[in-house]
C-alpha cells in the first residue's frame, strides 16, 4: 500500500519554485532553502544536498526523516513535529497522509495541495546526519482573509464615506487594493466584484459617490492581492442617503379647455426614483399668456393627492391663453417644472362700446360701433334689434365681425326708433349695447286725389285736389305736373302750401284750346334734418281733359264706352245660377272633410304619409368632372390644406354665396303661427319648400320641430335633419318618425333632459301623443350607443290591431363639447355603423343635432360622400355641398367643418374600412 502510493506522488508535477539561500552560521555552512507555491497546488520540497540532480545517487540512504523543526507544529505534522520517513527500505508517512508523500527517487517532501497555512521551515536529515543544517522555507501564497465589515463615516444624498478594519492575514501577497460592492436596501444579490469601486490602493476608506438620494443601501469589502479575491466581508448595516430636490419633471398629457372659464388638464408622475423623497402631492401654477402682452399674476394651486392624474382650473377668462406649470414636491424641495399651454374656450363677449348714428334717413339710418373690450373669443359677427316704441323687436345679422357700420333698412319714417347691438362669439350672442334713440327723417306723401277739374275758358284750367291720406310730418309744396298729348316731357309747376287744408285749388292759365291735355298732382315734404332736401311723395293718378269751354262735362276723358241699362239675358241669367249651385256644392263638400278630418285625423295623416314616403327621386350624382378620383384625393387634400387651408376658405366662400341668406334663415327660420310652422318671410323661401310636414290634424296648434329633407348619393330625400327639439316638441317629433316611415334615427352628442327625456328607460314604456314608444335593448359601445326601440299606435275605436315599427337609435357619445372632434377614425366607425344598419326601405334616416350644427353636415356628408366612394371610387365634396346646401340651413356653418370633412374622407381613403362586422 505505501509503496504504491509513493510511486503515485512521485508521478505528480513538480511546480515549486525553488529559491537557494545560504545563511553563514556559527556552526559551518547551513543549507537553506526557500519554496514559493500557490495555495492549491502541489508543493515539492526537495532536501538541500540530497535532492539536487546526481547528489542522490552519492548517498546510500538507510534511514531519512522529515520534520518541522520550528516551535509551531505544521497543519500536515503528526502531533509530534514528525512528516514522513524512511528506514528499512520503507516509507512512513506520520502527518497528514491524505496530503502527504515521499518521493524516494529524490527524497522530495510532496505537499498536494499546499494551503496558506502550510507556511513554514521544513528540515530533511538522513543517515543520522543533523538536521538544522538542511532547512526548507516553504511560503504558501494564497488570497487574504477577509476585511472588517464597513462602517459609514459620513453620508450625503449622492455620497457615503466608509471605513473598515484590513484583512488579518495577507497570506504571503500583499493587499494591492480593495473592492467596494454595493446594493439597494438590505437584501437581494449583491453585483459582481469586477463591478464594485475599487480603491487607489490598500487604505482602509473610501467615498462611495454617484448614489441616489433618499435610497437605502448596504456595502461590504473584498481584499484583493496577486492571487485573487478574499472573501467578502460581512455586510455594512444599512443607510440611507439624504432627500434632494425632485430630479425630473411630471409628464403633461394633455391640456383641454371644458368651458370659456375651465381647462383640465391631465399628466403622468416621474419614475419613482426621480423623486429622491417622500412623494407629497403637485405644485400647481397657472397665469395669463397671451401674445404680444405681458403676462399676468400667476395663481398656485397645492395637491396633496398623489394619486391625481388631472385636475380642473377654473375661474378664468374666456377665450385666453393660458402657461400651466406642474412640479412634483418631496419635503426638500419642488423639482424641475413642466410646462404646457391651452386657451379657454369662448365666452360670451361683453357689450359693443359708443354705439350711436352716422346717417339718419326716412326709411333707413346707418348704425355704427366700436367691438368689446372683452370680446372673449372671436367674434363672428353682430346682432343688430331694434323696435318702435310698444311695437315689435326686429332683428338682423351682421355676419362679418370685422364690420363697424351697419345700414337698417325698411323703416317707417317720422317714427322713434331704439337700437342696440349684441355681439356673436361661437358661444352665442354677448351682453346688449346700451340702447340709442333716433327718429327717421319725414318722407314723401301719399298720392292726392284730383277731385275737380274745370275750364274757366277754352285756354285755362281750374284744378281741384285732396290732401294724401298717407303724410309723414306735413305736405309743405306740391308739384303739378301737366303735358299735351303730342309731348313727351311734363311741365312742373311748384305749388307752396300756406296752410295745412284737406282741399287744396289753383288755376293754370296759357294753355291750348282744344289740346288734351295730362294732368298729374305730387305732394313732397321738406326734410326736417335737411332743410334743403326734399322728399317727393307719389303722383296721382293721371287724368286727361281736352281744352274747351265747358270740359268739366267731359273730365272723365276715356276711351271706355258705357252701354245704357237693359235688362238681363237669359243665357246671363243661367250662368248666375248656375255658379250659385257649384259655390253652394263647394261649401258642403268643404264642412264634410273638415269634419271627416276631425273624427279620422291619424288614418288621414298615414295615408298622407304613405304618399310622402313612396316618392324617390334621383337624388344627388356627381358628374364625373366634378368628382376627385379615390387615388388622386390625398394629394387634392394636401393642395387645399396648403397656405393655411386657403383652398378650402376660397370653396367654403363659394358655398356661402351660393346660399347667400342661409345664415338668416338659420336664426330667424321659420314662425309659428297658430301652432303650424310658417315661414317668415321670403329669404326662407328656399328652406321651406325642403322643410317635412307633420299631415296629421293633432299637431296643427302644437309645437314642431324644424325638420328638412336633405338628398343622399342618388336618393332623394335620404335624410330628415332637425335641430335639438324642446320638451314641448317631443310627441311631434314622434309623430314625425311613424308618418315619415323612419326606422334609423342619429343622434350625435347628448340632449339635456329638460322637461322629459326624449326616450324611455330602457325595458320601459312611454307614450308620447296617439303613440308609445318602447326601450327593449341598449349596447353601450366604446363611442356611442346603440338602442332597439319599437314605436307602435295607442288602439283607437277605428283601429282593431296593433301597428309598430321597430326603430334603431344611434347616438354618438364621444363628441366634443365645444368645436369639432380630434380624431377622425371614432366617428367615421359610427357613421359606418350605421350604415351596415341600413333599411331596405325608402325610408329616410332622421338626424337630432344635440351639439352643434356642423354635426348633421358632417353626418350626412360621410354618409352620402362615402356610398359614393364604394360605389364609383371618387369623390365630389364640392358637388355635393352645391346640391345640398339651399336645403337645409343647418348645414356647413364653417369652413373648418369643411375642412375637417375632407378629413375624415382622407383617413378612409389612406387606411380603409376599420369596422369589421362580428360575423
Not at 43 to 72: F, K, M, Q, S
Not at 299 to 304: A, I
Not at 378 to 389: C, F, I, P, Q, S
Amino acid at each position: 500500500m505505501t509503496e504504491v502510493r509513493r510511486t503515485s506522488r512521485a508521478r505528480l508535477p513538480q511546480l515549486a519554485l525553488l529559491v537557494i539561500c545560504i545563511f553563514p552560521t556559527g556552526r559551518g555552512d547551513r543549507l537553506m532553502k526557500t519554496v514559493v507555491v500557490r495555495a492549491g497546488e502541489n508543493a515539492t520540497i526537495p532536501c538541500p544536498g540530497l535532492t539536487e540532480v546526481g547528489r542522490a545517487a552519492d548517498y546510500i540512504i538507510g534511514r531519512l526523516t522529515w520534520t518541522c523543526p520550528g516551535r509551531r507544529p505544521c497543519p500536515a505534522a503528526a502531533p509530534t513535529g514528525q512528516l514522513a520517513s524512511y528506514a528499512a527500505r520503507t516509507v512512513s508517512i506520520e502527518g497528514d497522509r491524505g496530503r502527504l508523500d515521499l518521493d524516494r527517487r529524490t527524497w522530495a517532501l510532496l505537499i498536494a495541495p499546499a494551503r496558506a497555512a502550510d507556511s513554514g521551515a521544513y528540515s530533511c536529515s538522513f543517515n543520522d546526519q543533523p538536521s538544522d543544517h538542511r532547512i526548507v522555507k516553504l511560503e504558501v501564497q494564497g488570497v487574504p482573509s477577509p476585511p472588517g465589515r464597513p462602517m459609514v463615516i459620513k453620508h450625503t444624498s449622492r455620497h457615503i464615506d466608509l471605513s473598515w478594519a484590513p484583512s488579518l492575514q495577507t497570506n504571503n501577497s500583499p493587499i494591492k487594493h480593495y473592492v467596494i460592492q454595493t446594493r439597494y436596501g438590505d437584501t437581494g444579490t449583491w453585483p459582481a466584484v469586477e463591478a464594485g469601486h475599487r480603491t487607489a490602493g490598500s487604505q482602509t476608506n473610501a467615498t462611495v459617490a454617484d448614489l441616489t438620494p433618499f435610497t437605502v443601501y448596504t456595502f461590504r469589502v473584498v481584499a484583493a492581492n496577486d492571487m485573487g479575491y478574499s472573501r467578502p466581508s460581512d455586510a455594512s448595516y444599512p443607510v440611507s442617503t439624504l432627500r434632494e430636490r425632485p430630479g425630473a419633471p411630471p409628464k403633461l398629457t394633455y391640456a383641454r379647455n371644458r368651458s370659456s372659464t375651465s381647462i383640465e388638464v391631465g399628466w403622468r408622475p416621474p419614475a419613482d426614483h426621480t423623486l429622491h423623497g417622500e412623494f407629497t402631492g403637485y405644485h400647481l401654477t397657472y397665469r395669463r399668456a397671451e401674445p404680444g402682452r405681458r403676462s399676468g399674476p400667476a395663481s398656485s394651486v397645492q395637491l396633496h393627492d398623489v394619486s391625481d392624474r388631472s385636475y380642473f382650473i377654473e375661474d378664468l377668462e374666456p377665450y385666453t391663453r393660458y402657461e400651466i406649470t406642474l412640479q412634483v414636491k418631496n419635503p426638500q424641495d419642488l423639482g424641475p417644472p413642466a410646462t404646457i399651454t391651452a386657451t379657454t374656450g369662448e365666452g360670451v363677449p361683453s357689450r359693443p362700446v359708443n354705439v350711436s348714428f352716422s346717417s339718419v334717413r326716412d326709411r333707413s339710418v346707418v348704425l355704427r360701433w366700436v367691438p368689446p373690450r372683452r370680446p372673449n373669443g372671436l367674434v363672428r359677427g353682430y346682432n343688430a334689434y331694434w323696435t318702435a316704441d310698444k311695437g315689435q323687436v326686429m332683428r338682423r345679422a351682421v355676419p362679418d365681425g370685422d364690420r363697424r357700420t351697419f345700414t337698417i333698412t325698411n323703416l317707417d319714417p317720422d317714427t322713434e326708433y331704439s337700437v342696440w347691438l349684441k355681439a356673436v362669439t361661437g358661444a352665442g350672442e354677448g351682453d346688449r349695447s346700451f340702447p340709442v334713440r333716433a327718429r327717421t327723417d319725414v318722407s314723401g306723401p301719399g298720392a292726392p286725389v284730383i277731385t275737380n277739374i274745370t275750364c274757366p275758358t277754352d285756354t285755362s284750367l281750374g284744378l281741384q285736389w285732396r290732401k294724401p291720406e298717407v303724410v309723414y310730418g306735413l305736405v309743405d309744396l306740391y308739384y303739378l305736373l301737366y303735358r299735351s298729348g303730342d309731348s313727351r316731357d311734363f311741365i312742373e309747376r311748384m305749388v307752396p302750401v300756406q296752410s295745412d287744408r284737406l282741399q287744396y285749388t289753383i288755376n293754370l292759365p296759357n294753355l291750348t284750346a282744344n289740346q288734351v291735355y295730362e294732368i298729374r298732382i305730387q305732394g313732397a315734404t321738406v326734410s326736417r334734418l335737411d332743410r334743403n332736401k326734399v322728399y317727393n311723395g307719389q303722383q296721382s293718378l293721371p287724368r286727361k281733359v281736352r281744352m274747351e269751354r265747358g270740359c268739366e262735362e267731359i273730365q272723365l276723358y276715356s276711351t271706355w264706352k258705357h252701354r245704357p241699362h237693359t235688362t238681363l239675358a237669359g243665357s246671363e241669367v243661367t250662368g248666375i245660377f248656375v255658379g250659385c249651385l257649384l259655390v253652394l256644392f263647394l261649401v258642403i263638400a268643404a264642412v264634410i272633410w273638415r269634419r271627416r278630418q276631425k273624427r279620422y285625423p291619424a288614418e288621414t295623416a298615414d295615408k298622407m304619409a304613405a304618399s310622402v314616403a313612396g316618392s324617390v327621386l334621383s337624388g344627388w350624382g356627381a358628374p364625373a368632372h366634378e368628382a376627385v378620383p379615390s387615388h388622386l384625393f390625398s394629394q387634392h387634400v394636401r393642395q387645399q390644406h396648403a397656405d393655411a387651408d386657403d383652398g378650402f376658405r376660397r370653396e367654403w366662400e363659394m358655398l356661402q354665396m351660393a346660399a347667400p341668406l342661409a345664415d338668416d334663415a338659420r336664426t330667424s327660420g321659420a314662425v309659428q303661427k297658430n301652432g303650424q310652422t310658417a315661414a317668415s318671410d321670403a329669404s326662407t323661401g328656399s328652406y321651406y319648400s325642403a322643410r317635412v310636414p307633420i299631415a296629421s290634424r293633432l299637431y296643427r296648434h302644437r309645437p314642431t320641430p324644424a325638420a328638412y329633407y336633405v338628398d343622399g348619393y342618388q336618393r332623394a330625400r335620404a335624410f330628415i335633419v332637425t335641430d335639438r327639439p324642446s320638451a314641448a316638441s317631443h310627441d311631434a317629433l314622434w309623430r314625425l318618425v311613424w308618418e315619415q316611415g323612419v326606422t334609423t334615427l342619429v343622434l350625435i352628442g347628448t340632449l339635456e333632459p329638460k322637461g322629459g327625456r326624449l326616450w324611455p328607460e330602457r325595458g320601459a314604456q312611454r307614450p308620447f301623443g296617439d303613440l308609445q314608444v318602447e326601450h327593449r335593448e341598449e349596447l353601450p359601445l366604446a363611442a356611442c350607443c346603440v338602442r332597439k326601440l319599437v314605436v307602435s299606435k295607442l288602439k283607437s275605436k277605428s283601429s282593431r290591431s296593433k301597428k309598430e315599427r321597430g326603430v334603431n337609435f344611434f347616438q354618438y357619445t364621444y363628441w366634443p363639447e365645444f368645436g369639432l372632434p380630434e380624431d377622425t377614425l371614432p366617428l367615421l366607425d359610427f357613421v359606418q355603423r350605421t350604415l351596415q344598419h341600413e333599411s331596405a326601405s325608402n325610408a329616410p334616416v332622421l338626424f337630432i343635432s344635440a351639439t352643434s350644427y356642423c354635426a348633421a353636415g358632417l353626418y350626412v356628408g360621410l354618409v352620402s360622400l362615402l356610398t359614393q366612394l364604394k360605389y364609383r371610387a371618387e369623390l365630389g365634396v364640392y358637388s355635393y355641398w352645391q346640391h345640398v346646401i339651399g336645403q337645409c340651413p343647418y348645414l356647413l356653418t364653417t369652413v373648418d367643418e369643411y375642412s375637417f370633412l375632407h378629413d375624415c374622407l382622407l383617413e378612409r381613403v389612406t387606411a380603409g374600412e376599420t369596422l369589421v362586422p362580428r360575423n
